[in-house]
């Protein structure tokens, strides 16, 4: 699983979403419906990633802890 980070644009090669910085300096990420910081945006891709991975797949543990980390319920995000 890949993300491609650049100053403007971040993007999940394994799930296809997007994370995009607006004017004012936050992120925008595809599915999630809120504004991040740059390390929220990364944290939030990632999460989408561990939500797509196979069930077996150890990424998939950190899934409550990315969730908290973003103040996000549980369930709130699908893959």
């Known amino acids: 699983m890949t ?3 650049s100053d403007t644009v971040m993007v999940c090669e ?4 997007r994370a995009e910085r607006g004017a004012d300096g936050t992120w925008s990420v595809t599915g999630f419906g809120r504004r991040f910081d740059r390390n929220q945006a990364v944290t939030a891709l ?3 990633q561990a939500l797509a ?3 077996g797949d150890p990424i998939r543990a950190h899934i409550a802890d990315w969730r908290a980390e973003l103040a996000l319920p549980p369930g709130g995000v699908r893959a």
């Open 3 to 5: 993300l491609h980070i």
């Open 14 to 17: 394994h799930t296809g979403r």
């Open 46 to 48: 990632t999460l989408a």
């Open 53 to 55: 991975a196979d069930p």
